[in-house]
């Protein structure tokens, strides 16, 4: 069990200046848009960027355009002939899992749909099992509520666990956050973080570098709860029973001992996992 990443850095494909400072950032992740940071009169000189920026060597995923707009095809083909370093690709507006299964078929890298409709979450398991390139599933919350006609956490309660559901049936990390968009406020985004990892949700999208720091803090375990797990998967090896009764009187079994296991991945301690559990 490795690490997920906690923070994927948007920069608008346009912008190489920006993309070289993304790029040497703190981000786990960084995400080359060619999407809604990219004014249409750009398209074209965002995707030759973008291109070339992996042609260097340089490891990005890149957002397309919705694969069935003019933008999106040239997008793919571009990819497609010049793949360069590309990590995967962040598929906007997903609805379709025959669509995302001809995308993957295309790139051949680790695909991200992205729901952001009421069909898109209705498919959401659909799109998770799409096809065996289907990296992890995230909703794109700004324009699911327009679609939705909600305003305010509560109206995406349901499809945010559904999308959480979805990804775990699937067998997929758990779901990256989206964008906090009040840049400035980031006692708010440190508090929203918080509450979606109890959500079920990990890492976070950001469009700022100031947002890094907050985001990796707020995705960090406690370190009691690091503690604890690391003397559980300790005693792992020396107990043989399928569930047992540990020192201090709580039931453990294999799903304890899963929890256990991805609280030392996000808190960095693969070294630990692989050495307590083996398997």
């Not at 995308?103 to 695909?111: F, K, N, S, Y």
């Not at 324009?143 to 349901?158: H, I, K, M, P, S």
């Amino acid at each position: 069990m490795t690490a997920p990443a906690r923070s994927w850095l948007y920069v608008p494909g346009d912008r190489p200046e920006r993309i070289a400072k993304a790029l040497a950032s703190d981000a786990d992740a960084v995400i080359l848009d060619l999407e809604d940071a990219v004014a249409p009169a750009a398209k074209a000189e965002a995707r030759r960027t973008v291109v070339a920026t992996l042609a260097e060597g340089r490891r990005a995923y890149v957002r397309v355009n919705a694969t069935n707009s003019p933008h999106g095809t040239a997008d793919l083909a571009a990819l497609a002939a010049e793949p360069g370093a590309l990590a995967g690709v962040r598929l906007p507006k997903c609805e379709d899992p025959g669509e995302l299964r001809r995308v993957a078929d295309t790139l051949g890298v680790p695909v991200y749909p992205v729901l952001e409709s009421a069909l898109g979450v209705e498919n959401a398991f659909a799109l998770a099992t799409a096809h065996p390139l289907v990296a992890g599933i995230s909703l794109g919350e700004a324009d699911l509520a327009a679609d939705l006609r909600v305003t305010g956490g509560e109206g995406l309660a349901w499809p945010r666990s559904r999308v959480v559901v979805a990804a775990r049936a699937a067998g997929l990390p758990s779901p990256v956050q989206s964008v906090w968009t009040a840049v400035r406020d980031l006692d708010g985004l440190r508090t929203d973080t918080e509450l979606g990892r109890r959500a079920g949700f990990f890492g976070r999208s950001v469009i700022h570098p100031a947002q890094i720091p907050v985001v990796h803090e707020a995705c960090a375990p406690d370190a009691e709860d690091v503690a604890w797990a690391r003397s559980l998967v300790d005693a792992v090896s020396e107990n043989d029973e399928a569930a047992w009764i540990d020192a201090s009187g709580r039931f453990v079994d294999k799903a304890i001992v899963e929890r256990a296991l991805w609280l030392l991945a996000i808190a960095g301690e693969n070294q630990h996992v692989k050495e307590g559990h083996p398997s």
